[in-house]
């Protein structure tokens, strides 16, 4: 797949505030991975541990 001419024909260029799509494209897929995982890990109940006297 080209993915020139998929940026160019979905948005009208091939880079944004001069960087690669490419680059912005992983940026948001390692958010979105951040995000998840945050969002995951936060809505977990704390594990009750068996406390040694």
Not at 12 to 22: H, K, P, R, V
Not at 33 to 46: A, G, I, Q, R, Y
């Amino acid at each position: 797949m080209n993915w020139t001419m998929f940026w160019m024909n979905l948005l009208g260029t091939t880079s944004f505030w001069g960087i690669n799509m490419g680059f912005w494209v992983g940026m948001i897929v390692v958010l979105l991975v951040v995000v998840l995982m945050n969002v995951v890990f936060w809505s977990m109940p704390p594990q009750k541990t068996d406390s040694i006297p």
